[in-house]
């Protein structure tokens, strides 16, 4: 269970350094820095805090795919590529629980296109430098790649978990309401202080030269046989993804819209507009899809650096880490797949304010888990992981961040409650 100090004790604590946001970069970077402290034996105060459950926003509601982004070729973005298939194989060795091998497909109706989408994933496969996963089809009328799916939100709760059993405090449903460069100020009225604050509050951090992308997927029953996913390249540029999902129902995920988002971070929902366009697409592959097929969908905020100039679609997704003018640390933009050297890299930042002596020094890159990732597959032993080992406390962040039960099957009034009722008790 999460570390809780008694009410009224937690503005007398002080930290090396507090995290604010316990999505996958705040959570990764509290894994880093707890896990370097652990193999030098050196002590580092590590808060992290939340004031929702662990990967509850942005990281526990993506495409699920842990991936080199085939995609950016085109805008011609092979470092990033290039960096993104090296986690990818880092993230299938050192967490095969939540990270698996996927295939995808890609039925292409001209020899043009099936040649240059051959050379693409040729290209694709080169910048992998020897990370494969399996054997590419770079001809014919049918290719395929292979790239990686991921359970995200539990991904983000397994580094969260780690860094706890490291030493690390670690606070979820607990509100924050300023920042400052050596304290916050919790929603209670309490102040902790801290050497460092590092704002990983993704698309809460509110700057300007942040630019917020909603991407909303729809979940449908399954649509093919087959354990394969469909990456479609559409006519307007973009591509969608297929994907076989559903641990304890078979459906079929497809996203992701990319659409600029105004409105607040904590009001994020999926548009007609969005919502008939991923539906136009999937009934022109699948015939015999039909709206009443669907049995989710869910939407979140990428908050990515913006780029004057370039749609939703073309912004980069490089990182920027850095100490903003107020004295907290930031990190902005970049990848759910990069994640990892994300947390690498700002961990060296705060480091070299706190303990030089870790600053250079990256077991993230080799070292597996240390606690238990494989979560049990049935429902009452699975609701007692959640509330003992993660220490979940809502039948919601039980279906959307412990699981992702909430969006592969219509639950019921009568199911719901049941939920509700178990984690009362």
Known sequence: MPVELAEGTRDSQEFDVVIVGGGINGAGLARDLALRAQLRGEVLRILVIDKRFWGAGTSGKNSHLIHGGLRYLKYFDFSLVREALRERSRLLKLSPNTVRPLRFEMHLKTWSESLFYGVGIGLYDLLAAGHHIGQSRYFGKTLSYWDAASDSAPLVIDNIRDAQAMGATCWPYTEVTALGADHVLLASGEKIMSRVVVDARGPWRKVPGLRLVRGSHIVSERLYAGDHAIAHFHSDGRILFFI???????????????????????????????????????????????????VGEFSSLRPLVAEEGKNASATSREHNIAFDANGILFIEGGKYTTYRLMAEQAADKVLERVRPSLAGFYPTRTEAFRVNTQRPTDLAQRLQWAQTEEGCRTADDFLTCSTNWAWQKRWTTAERAALEEAFRR
Do not use: K
């Not at 999926?270 to 669907?294: A, D, K, V």
């Open 244 to 294: 076989p999902w559903g641990d304890r129902y078979p459906v079929t995920l497809i996203g992701t819209t990319e659409a600029d988002h105004t409105g607040s971070a904590d009001d994020v929902a999926i548009s007609e507009q969005e919502r008939e366009y991923l539906c136009n697409i999937t009934q022109g592959l699948f015939p015999h899809f039909r709206p009443e097929m669907l």
